[in-house]
């Protein structure tokens, strides 16, 4: 799941626990929006953290050979 899917979990889930006032028998609306909620936030987290995995720089192995020394002079 991208971050745009975490994002789009957060607001479902606020609009569910905040601005809606449905009722029913069988689902708590409120909490299934709580829990999308939580759901989305922690994807955020884990999104930044596997992203900044991916940052990191690796410095090139390769060293760099002059004229001079290519030729032997």
């Known amino acids: 799941m991208g971050l745009g899917g975490c994002i789009i ?4 889930g ?3 626990t905040f601005a809606t006032d449905w009722k029913l028998d ?6 299934v ?8 936030v922690v994807g955020v987290f ?9 940052r990191v ?3 090139p192995s ?3 050979v002059s004229e001079e020394e ?4």
């Open 57 to 59: 720089v690796v410095p």
């Open 26 to 31: 069988t689902v708590n609306v409120d909490l």
């Open 70 to 73: 290519r030729h032997g002079l």
């Open 46 to 54: 884990v999104y930044a953290s596997i992203a900044r995995r991916r």
């Open 14 to 16: 606020a609009i569910l």
């Open 9 to 12: 979990l957060i607001a479902v």
């Open 33 to 40: 929006g709580w829990i999308m909620m939580i759901v989305g």
């Open 62 to 64: 390769t060293t760099v």
